[in-house]
């Protein structure tokens, strides 16, 4: 995976008289101060609420701490609240801080984010422009388990107004039903969930140990195949060496399930595509937290 600059964004807040917030962006290493808001109104209880609030609303791991730094000043003390959001990937982040920034634009928190965000935008902008995440689910023929963890994961995103920021995809081992649409069961189970499988059938590719950061397998066999077409393609044309370790398995994700592989429902009953739609929803949860904080 891409190894981007950690950005982090962070507020003063100098409990005197009157409340002020002084917002500090990152730039070359250095903390500078951009601008200043008075909040005569903000106390404790506020900031707690506010706290709380922004955890609900980012869905993802956030770093908010406070601490009294006397040393800070002759007027002591100061309470500070660390805000950093920890992501290698930046249009992430940014969606995320835009989104936190709106909701609570009636609030202290509002136009303290928009601060961080413009005090660090000379940084973000000078770098070049990120590629979104991508991530690939595979499966033996790509019309049971991974379509419906391209429609889980697409879904999650979705909600989270992560759209832009991501690029994703479903393949199979085989290309036996290539060029054709999901198991009509495995869509019907989705689509009770509120989840639409719209991906047609493919073959694993090589060109997708390029394109795609994170390549999920739902079972140990397909994760053998996977690594197997690697090994055969990396002779044939260019392709990474480290492109074996994008490769993982989708349980790999799971808290809520202590399953290793993703069955095949293929063969089975109803069930069996409610299992599969379980493991995934946790899996792809637990996913798309992780690809947030890194």
């Known amino acids: 995976m891409r190894a981007l600059a950690l950005e982090k964004f962070r507020v003063r807040l100098l409990a005197t008289s009157q409340w002020r917030v002084f917002s500090l962006g990152v730039k070359n290493g250095k903390e500078k101060p951009s601008s200043a808001f008075p909040l005569s109104n903000l106390n404790t209880s506020t ?61 202290p928190f509002g136009s303290l984010i928009k601060a961080s965000m413009a005090s660090s935008t000379s940084s973000t902008d000078t770098g070049k422009e990120t590629k979104p ?20 994961f697409r879904d999650l995103v979705k909600k989270r107004g992560l759209d832009s920021n991501f690029k994703i995809d479903s393949a199979g ?51 053998e195949d996977i690594l197997e077409a690697f090994n055969r393609w990396k002779f044939r044309e260019p392709l990474p ?22 069955p095949d429902p293929y063969y089975g ?8 739609l379980d493991l995934l929803e946790d899996g792809c949860e637990s996913l798309l937290d992780s690809i947030l904080a890194e």
């Open 47 to 107: 900031l707690i609420g506010e706290m709380r609030a922004l955890y609900s609303t980012v869905g993802s791991p956030v770093n908010l701490r406070f601490c009294l730094l006397s040393q800070l000043s002759p007027t002591p003390p100061f309470l500070v609240l660390s805000l950093t959001l920890s992501t290698r990937y930046p249009s992430v982040q940014k969606s995320i801080l835009s989104r936190i920034a709106h909701k609570h634009l009636s609030s």
């Open 133 to 152: 995440f991508s991530v690939l689910f595979v499966c033996l023929g790509n019309i049971c388990r991974s379509p419906a963890a391209e429609g889980v």
């Open 173 to 223: 081992t085989i290309g036996y039903h290539e060029g054709g649409q999901a198991d009509p069961r495995m869509r019907a189970a989705s689509k009770k969930r509120g989840v639409e499988i719209t991906s047609i059938s493919r073959p694993i590719r090589p060109s997708d140990f390029r394109d795609f950061d994170l390549i999920l397998a739902m079972d140990k066999q397909n994760r």
């Open 241 to 262: 060496d480290d492109a074996h370790k994008k490769v993982k398995l989708m349980c790999s994700y799971c808290k809520k399930h202590d399953e290793t592989e993703v």
């Open 269 to 276: 009953g109803p069930q069996g595509f409610e299992k599969v």
